[in-house]
């Protein structure tokens, strides 16, 4: 069955370049959500959507980091003028409970970002 | 200190041996518990999630909470070679808007044949 899909799998980018990464989640899902994995680490929250509202986005590190999913399904997650300490895994992740007690997130297998 | 504790181990067991992981969790306000199984180069996958204290059992897999130590545990029964992954316990609060999950760092688990 389908899953969460996305792309590219991989990135390589020169410093100071901007990079899109693309979520394509389970259809039908109400929310998104955008984490940043460092080699070693466990996954840290950047932002959620429900359907084409962004409700927190607390977790993104500086304004060089920008989210969108203008009409509730497909996102995408913009870096702006890419910097070393960009290079991670970013996961996404849906999820179709709205209101459910708890949370359960589909993951996609992330686009591993190398920042050179 | 990080909101959530978890000893990345890594941890090496023989097959069929029992396998202990655990978290702590700093925020009385933490509601549900979960865990997450992660292959390398993949996605995390749910393994197991809780919303009380107490135990719960899934074929091998047995979560246990205990909310008054702040206290999480995942107990896999008859470890196999295939369950050779890292573990990552997650936790998060329903307050108003806030869905997102906590992580540990996770635990790299070897089931040696």
């Known amino acids: 069955g389908a899953g969460v899909s996305q792309s590219p799998r991989y990135k390589v980018a020169k410093r100071g370049q901007d990079v899109a990464l693309r979520c394509d989640p389970i259809?039908?899902?109400?929310?998104l959500f955008w984490y940043q994995q460092a080699l070693g680490q466990g996954p840290e929250f950047l932002t959620y959507f429900q359907n084409e509202a962004q409700l927190d986005k607390s977790g993104l590190p500086s304004d060089r980091f920008f989210a969108e999913r203008p009409e509730g399904s497909v996102s995408t997650l913009k870096i702006q003028r890419t910097q070393q300490e960009d290079s991670a895994v970013y996961l996404c992740a849906s999820s179709f409970r709205r209101g459910a007690p708890y949370n359960e997130q589909f993951f996609g297998p992330g686009t591993r970002l190398t920042v050179l | 200190q990080k909101e959530v504790e978890q000893d990345p181990g890594p941890l090496s067991v023989p097959e069929g041996a029992i396998v202990s992981l655990n978290c702590t969790y700093s925020?009385?306000?933490?509601?549900?518990f979960m865990w997450y199984r992660q292959y390398s180069r993949k996605g995390p996958e749910l393994l197991m999630y809780t919303y009380s204290s107490g135990n719960k059992e899934d074929g091998r897999f047995t979560a246990q909470v205990d909310k008054s130590s702040k206290y999480i545990s995942l107990f896999i029964r008859d470890s196999q070679p295939s369950d050779s992954a890292t573990y990552l316990c997650?936790?998060?609060?329903?307050?108003?808007?806030?869905?997102?999950?906590?992580w540990g760092l996770g635990t790299s688990l070897a089931v040696n044949p």
């Open positions: 259809s039908g899902h109400v929310s």
């Open positions: 997650a936790t998060g609060s329903n307050a108003g808007n806030n869905r997102k999950l906590i």
């Open positions: 925020n009385s306000a933490f509601q549900y």
